[in-house]
């Protein structure tokens, strides 16, 4: 959940219409309908070099690594045109990176992109401009940042994110309990999806039986099942809409969580409005989930994909251990995170990364993929070390847009995949890897399936029970 969460990938197909949000600030960065191989994106202004790399393809989004290392060792901060036709800077080097998360003169603000009212128009989530929520973490530079964040920051506290652990653990239990007789499950749509929805509908204070709703909405918003074309901005209507009355309702008969908290929090005599209470439920809920979905989709599958790891924590967990889980959890942030490029910034007047001078106006794209596969900064960037110790990644971010839910995600990440290796020990991929589908787009990075087979077991009721962390 970052200020920065934000948004997501392909394989040799994908389904993911124009409108994805997954793609959290490019409704149409997602291609649709474009063979594997076809340049999509390219170099705008000077030709790129006979071995530059194509952008933007379904075999890019399968595995982008090697094209942002060629971009890392030759044009470190590269103007392309993205797939929607809007033109930005992709920066890659990790010391770039750092510098442009924590540059004041990039704006969140989209009302400094210098760009047609059209290219505007294909940044920032489908619908959220009609349905008034644009005053959230994502759009907006200090002081309103600083001040929404102060309000809402006291939910991620870790004292708070460690009250909410048997919760999140009980979740785990239950959505395992749900296929474990069956030995196979698709561990996106039966297990990784559902866990953070659920959590984060409780911790706002949506009722259990509207849960499934938001089901429903957030799944149309990542298009994890498909749906028709302008079905993310009709969800997010409706979002928005019971929002409102969620809203109304918690002011009449305020509970004890995020959303009743919202309400009644001032911070030095100023409240929030109910656009922007209204906006920071709907980002708080959308960050919250989706970068979780692949955090724990993406860090699955780089286990199953590196039996040696995988066995090493496998070990340490039976032992009682949590420290090679805690730092397993930041390499695998490092390694393939969940967020692929940072959210939009606009430059609010000349700026110079990495040699190259950004006009004022322009937006900027930081991949955070690239920076954290640097090898000016990480060892060995392309090998999986679960007990890599010096690992500052910028996964989630950098800077006073750093992802508010970190805490919260990393102890959803922990319990997942802690679980999952304790309960399911023979875990195994029930697909070749090549088979697998990665969502279309282009903030976020994740699976759309993870289709795995193990030894029947029993639900927790039957069976052993699981420690907490």
């Not at 474990?180 to 959590?199: R, S």
């Not at 911070?267 to 959308?286: P, V, W």
Request: one cysteine or more; aromatic letters at 6%.
């Amino acid at each position: 959940m970052n200020d920065s969460p934000a948004e997501v990938p392909a394989a040799p197909r994908s389904e993911a219409p124009t409108d994805s949000p997954a793609a959290r600030d490019s409704p149409a960065e997602a291609p649709t309908d474009v063979p594997a191989g076809c340049p999509v994106g390219h170099s705008a202004g000077t030709p790129a070099t006979p071995a530059a790399p194509e952008l933007f393809t379904w075999e890019f989004a399968t595995d982008p690594y090697p094209a942002y290392a060629w971009l890392r060792e030759h044009s470190p901060v590269h103007r392309t045109t993205l797939p929607s036709g809007v033109e930005a800077w992709l920066v890659t080097r990790y010391a770039d990176a750092r510098q442009a998360l924590a540059d004041t003169r990039l704006s969140k603000n989209p009302a400094h992109h210098a760009g047609s009212a059209h290219a505007k128009g294909r940044t920032g989530i489908p619908g959220e401009r009609k349905a008034e929520l644009m005053t959230h973490l994502l759009n907006i530079d200090p002081p309103d940042h600083t001040r929404l964040r102060r309000l809402v920051a006291k939910a991620f506290t870790p004292r708070r994110v460690a009250e909410f652990a048997p919760r999140v653990q009980e979740l785990t239990d239950r959505l395992i309990d749900n296929f474990v007789a069956e030995g196979k499950a698709d561990l996106i749509h039966d297990f990784a999806f559902p866990l953070p929805i659920y959590a984060i509908c409780d911790l706002l204070g949506v009722p259990p039986e509207d849960q499934d709703d938001f089901r429903d909405w957030a799944g149309m918003m990542i298009r994890h099942g498909g749906g028709p074309r302008g079905g993310v901005a009709r969800s997010v209507k409706k979002m928005r809409g019971y929002l409102a009355e969620l809203i109304h309702r918690k002011r009449e008969n305020p509970g004890d969580d995020l959303i009743s908290g919202l309400i009644r929090t001032s911070d030095h005599g100023e409240h929030l409005t109910e656009n922007e209470a209204a906006a920071m439920a709907f980002i708080l809920l959308f960050a919250g989930f989706e970068t979780t979905v692949n955090l724990i989709g993406n860090g699955t599958y780089a286990l199953l994909r590196n039996p040696g790891e995988r066995e090493r924590l496998q070990r340490s967990l039976a032992a009682g251990e949590t420290d090679l889980l805690a730092t397993g959890l930041e390499e695998l942030l490092r390694y393939d995170g969940p967020v692929e490029l940072a959210t939009w910034r606009y430059a609010t007047e000349p700026v110079t990364l990495g040699g190259q001078e950004i006009a004022a106006g322009d937006p900027v794209l930081v991949v955070l993929a690239a920076a954290d596969r640097d090898p000016e900064r990480f060892r060995d960037p392309d090998t999986l070390d679960l007990a890599r110790s010096d690992n500052q990644h910028v996964g989630y971010g950098h800077g006073i847009h750093y992802c508010l839910g970190a805490p919260l995600a990393r102890l959803e990440g922990q319990t997942a995949l802690a679980t999952l290796l304790k309960r399911l020990p023979d875990l195994r991929l029930a697909v070749e890897p090549a088979d697998l589908r990665w969502r279309g787009g282009l903030i976020m990075r994740g699976l759309r399936t993870l289709p795995v087979e193990f030894a029947p077991g029993l639900p927790t009721a039957q069976g052993d029970t699981p420690s907490t962390l």
